[in-house]
Nanobody, 124 residues
């Protein structure tokens, strides 16, 4: 079992930056693919970014490519999402997720564990 706790959300002006963190429990964190998803009001949850167990491979949604960067520190059991050049349309609850299998995936159902989410609000 893996427990995930997100932090780092908040209110920021358009053009600003935030760094989200996701702390994971369990000794097998370093073997999981980790992903970030988000859900805006009235919309479905969508994929944002994913990272392989080693950190060598990353994948991004087109909407955040070049602005958001995912990374991980396996020694600290933590995955990060650095968000730059934020836009009002980035406003959402951001969720961290863990996947037991080794291949990066973008579908929600491919992930086995989820955090509770952290709110990110970008004002114009």
């Amino acid at each position: 079992q893996v427990q995930l706790v997100e932090s780092g959300g908040g209110l920021v002006q358009a053009g600003g930056s935030l760094r989200l963190s996701c702390a994971a429990s369990g000794r097998t964190f370093s073997t999981y693919v980790m992903g970030w998803f988000r859900q805006a009001p009235g919309k479905e949850r969508e994929f944002v970014a994913a990272i392989s167990w080693s950190g060598a491979t990353t994948y991004y949604a087109d909407s955040v490519k070049g602005r958001f960067f995912i990374s991980r520190d396996n020694a600290k059991n933590t995955v990060y999402l650095q968000m730059n050049s934020l836009k009002p349309e980035d406003t959402a609850v951001y969720y961290c997720a863990a996947r037991r299998e080794s291949r990066l995936r973008v579908e929600l159902y491919e992930y086995d564990y989820w955090g509770q989410g952290t709110q990110v609000t970008v004002s114009s």
